[in-house]
RNA sequence: GGCUGGGUAGCUCAGCUGGUUAGAGCGCGGCACUCAUAAUGCCGAGGUCGGCAGUUCAAGUCUGCCUCCAGCUACCA
């Protein structure tokens, strides 16, 4: 089987507590376009996306309410959901760790490794802060104003000693960092992969894998006073949603390795670490590759609950409209780093960018094709050397931008493709075709082809970015839905001659603050 | 305390293995054009490339020290 065009892609599975924010919107948003890209580049494309249900902060939430877990994270889960819906994600699959698939998938999990002798009971005792669901060492831990212990993160942590599965994780520091060695590009950014094998180079402890405390989870085969540990049964979606245990056929043959995790920084150490670690010692292969992403702050204000400057992605589409938004969070920061989020910058972006540079540009040449080219595709004569040149930077595009793309250098791909928009724009002042006019139509004529054409291009090459706004240029072309993918770039499968093309009409309008006042 | 990555034009950042007048976008100033969403194009503005010392014929680009920022990590008995 080839299996060298199928791309699998995941999100992390969000946890039900929270309400869906820009990050959430952030990291979904990476992996829609790279799989809108793989899929216009002819590849068999799974984009995964689902939320976390289980553990004990969720069973307390779902306490507080007066609800039964279930009826809690029904709910909750399907803001998440309606997230796709809202941004235009175009994820295949939306995995919930409650549904009965997963259940089975990580049961499976676990027998692998206890028969392969990677897991044992033993006792934990330690302090844990149910709100991080992690324990922490008595040296981390400080006091709060009442005396009462709390957590680095500020969690109150409580003592608790009871029996516990462990993953031998200790066992597996050489191991990872072997891997580490032999897959350079496993973890992205580069200062990400320092920092986690300097973390596994400093030992590694084995790590507790249930607990008995709570029960809202998935039970440890034959051992139901045990709950598997949050993060086991968390990180094993992505291999639930390919089918997992089966392994020889179907989606899990297809698809896994996974080509790419998507993760914010916060919990790159549980999918560089722990989730290699618990495959390899499964007997499965690891992921591909895990990527960290940044965070966003809100005018230069870090963003939390307790500021109350939480920014809702759904507020952000309504004000400056879906794709100006999905422009805006890839273009504005070289992805991998912390970005600001501000009104300033965002509208700069969208009017210079989007309406001034791109959207007048489709605008002008098809308002020029509609009244002089008796609304249809211009025909061209001979191309002369500009025009060449024009056309030449519209087909190599796709090298540059493919490149980028397979790094997660959205912000690079964004700026290959502004190159030849910029070069557009030149290209129409150096023409000059209102002046063609009248001096000679018929070279007016193959310099709109030569646009129209170039238009197409970037605009095929935007999809993936802004799926709706480009479907409207590229209508405006009359290209039809079939000759979208990157298939039909280039010279091959140029536009036709007199074709028939609709009345323009713009596709980025400038953003105009509103009056304050009255 | 240790490790890693950074400190380059007002702002955000590019600058690979050292080599003529250090670049881009935005902002700012001027000019041109009028097809277009008052959009576009062209030109310019002169930043001791964090500091000091060193290596070299030659250093943002290498070495040492210092300083500041960020992340990771350890310790605080």
Redesign the pocket.
Known sequence: MDNSKRYYVTTPIYYVNDVPHIGHAYTTLACDVLARFKRLDGFDVKFLTGTDEHGQKVEKSANDKGVDPQTFTDTVSQNFRDLLGVMNFSADDFIRTTEERHKISVQALWKRLIDAGEIYLGSYSGWYAVRDEAFY?E??LTSDKDGNKIAPSGAPVEWVEEPSYFFKLSAWQEKLLKFYDDNPDFIAP???R??VT??VS?GLNDLSVSRTTFKWGVPVPGDDAHIMYVWLDALTNYITAVGFPETETGEYATYWPADLHMVG??IL?FHAVYWPAFLMAAGLEPPKRVFAHGWWTNEGQKISKSLGNVIDPIELVSTYGLDQVRYFLLRE??FG??GDFSRTAMV?RM??E????????????L??VN?NCGGAVPKHGEFNADDNAMLSDAHSMIDGVGKHIDNQAFHEALEVIWLVI?AS??Y???Q????LKKEDPARMETVLYVLAETVRHIAIMLQPFMPGSMGKMLDQLAVSHEHRSFGFLGPNHALVSGTALPAPE?????FVEEEKGA
């Open positions: 060492g040296g981390e580069k200062s990400r320092n920092e300097s973390f400093g920084k916060d150490r920061v070289p780093n912390d700069g009017n210079g989007l309406a001034n540079d791109l959207g007048n540009l489709a605008q002008r040449v308002s020029m009244k910029r724009n030149a129409v002042d150096a000059a075709p209102w002046k713009g596709v980025f309008p400038r």
